[in-house]
């Protein structure tokens, strides 16, 4: 009897404590799907204003979960310096509790334009604003599944920067 009234008590204070959740426990415990973006930069890049970009992405539930397409934006404070919108031609597959690279996607805007973009590499960090994942979830060896498009946004994104500036970049 003393355990049940100590049980309800605690379920009573826990439930009486203000939050501020989302309802989304990725996003309640600020991780997310995606991590560890790469950005290369080439002579190229400054003149047609396009780089080469990798990223992780990681599966928090109990089930493979295959990526086919995904839309985002990244930036800074919330200025947009990247947009892309990319269909995997091999989809990406994410093993349950587990992580992917992407592999390299080419030709990722900057939006504001590379000379303007090269300000924000000191931060070593993007926010990924509204990105929608066109994911199939419950997948085997990434066939069949349930399509579930998820969106999130995320801040301070760990990103490394590489910039390219040999002869064998020229245009």
Same mark, same amino acid.
């Given at each position: 009897?003393?355990? &049940?009234?100590?049980?309800?008590?605690?379920? #009573?204070? %826990?439930?009486?404590?203000?939050?501020?959740?989302?309802?989304?426990? %990725?996003? =309640?415990?600020?991780?997310?799907?995606? @991590? =560890?973006?790469?950005?290369?930069?080439?002579?190229? @890049?400054?003149?047609?204003?396009? %780089? $080469?970009? @990798?990223?992780?992405?990681?599966?928090?539930?109990?089930?493979?979960?295959?990526?086919? /397409?995904? %839309?985002?934006? #990244?930036?800074?404070?919330?200025?947009?310096?990247?947009?892309? $919108? *990319?269909?995997?031609?091999? !989809?990406?597959?994410? !093993?349950?509790?587990? *992580?992917?690279?992407? &592999?390299?996607?080419?030709?990722?805007?900057?939006?504001?334009?590379?000379?303007?973009?090269?300000?924000?590499? !000191?931060?070593?960090?993007? =926010?990924?604003?509204?990105?929608?994942?066109?994911? /199939?979830? &419950?997948?085997? @060896?990434? #066939?069949?599944?349930? !399509?579930?498009? *998820?969106?999130?946004?995320?801040? $301070?994104?760990?990103?490394?920067?590489?910039?390219?500036? &040999?002869?064998?970049? #020229?245009?």
């Amino acid at each position: 009897m003393l355990f &049940g009234s100590l049980f309800l008590s605690l379920v #009573a204070l %826990v439930y009486s404590t203000p939050t501020s959740s989302t309802g989304d426990p %990725v996003v =309640d415990l600020s991780i997310g799907p995606i @991590s =560890d973006i790469t950005v290369d930069i080439s002579l190229k @890049s400054l003149i047609n204003n396009l %780089v $080469d970009v @990798s990223f992780t992405v990681t599966n928090f539930i109990p089930a493979e979960l295959t990526l086919d /397409r995904i %839309v985002t934006s #990244a930036g800074v404070n919330n200025t947009v310096y990247a947009s892309l $919108d *990319h269909n995997f031609t091999q !989809p990406l597959v994410i !093993p349950f509790f587990g *992580h992917e690279n992407t &592999g390299i996607i080419q030709n990722v805007l900057l939006t504001q334009g590379a000379l303007a973009s090269l300000e924000i590499v !000191p931060l070593k960090y993007l =926010d990924v604003f509204n990105t929608t994942m066109y994911l /199939r979830w &419950g997948t085997v @060896s990434g #066939a069949n599944g349930i !399509p579930w498009n *998820h969106t999130v946004t995320q801040s $301070d994104v760990s990103t490394t920067y590489k910039l390219t500036l &040999g002869k064998e970049d #020229a245009p």
